[in-house]
C-alpha cells in the first residue's frame, strides 16, 4: 500500500494551499481518509477526515481550529483525497499526512479521550508527509 501527499509549498497567511492523496494500489473510495499534521513541539492533529463511500450520515469531520477554512473531498475518477486550506494561518504550518483506514465512519474512529478530536489510531496506512509552510 502506497499513499502519496502532494501540494505543500510556502504560502502567506491568508492565502491557500490544496494538498492531494493519492494511492497507486488500491482504491480510495472504498476507505475512509483522513488528514493528519504535524508541527514542531505540538502533539500530532487530526485535521479532517471523509468516510468510506462518503457514506456517513455525519459528513466531513474537521477539527476545532480548521473548521470553516479546510474542506476536504474525493474525486474517485482520479482515486484522490484532496484537502482545501483557505485562509492559511502561521499555526497552519506543519507536515501533513494522508492515511486511510478500513473503518466506515470518521466518527467511528477512536478519539483522544475527553474530546472530539482524532487520535490517529485505528488508522491502517500512513503516507509520507508533505511540507505546509505560511509565512510573511
Known amino acids: 500500500v502506497q499513499l502519496q501527499a502532494s501540494g505543500g509549498g510556502l504560502v502567506h497567511p491568508g492565502g491557500s494551499l490544496r494538498l492531494s492523496c493519492t494511492a497507486a494500489d488500491f482504491t480510495l473510495e472504498r476507505y475512509t481518509v483522513a488528514w493528519f499534521r504535524k508541527a514542531p513541539e505540538k502533539e500530532r492533529e487530526g485535521a479532517a477526515c471523509i468516510s468510506s463511500y462518503d457514506g456517513s450520515p455525519d459528513g466531513p469531520y474537521y477539527a476545532d481550529s480548521v473548521k470553516g477554512r479546510f474542506t476536504i473531498s474525493r474525486d474517485n475518477t482520479l482515486n484522490t483525497v484532496y484537502l482545501q486550506m483557505n485562509n492559511l494561518k502561521p499555526e497552519d504550518a506543519a507536515v501533513y499526512y494522508c492515511?486511510?483506514?478500513?473503518?466506515?465512519?470518521?466518527?467511528?474512529?477512536?478519539?483522544?479521550?475527553?474530546?472530539?478530536?482524532?487520535?490517529?489510531?485505528?488508522?491502517?496506512?500512513w503516507g509520507k508527509g508533505t511540507q505546509v509552510t505560511v509565512s510573511s
Open positions: 492515511a486511510t483506514s478500513s473503518i466506515d465512519r470518521c466518527s467511528w474512529l477512536p478519539t483522544i479521550q475527553g474530546s472530539r478530536e482524532l487520535s490517529g489510531y485505528g488508522m491502517d496506512y
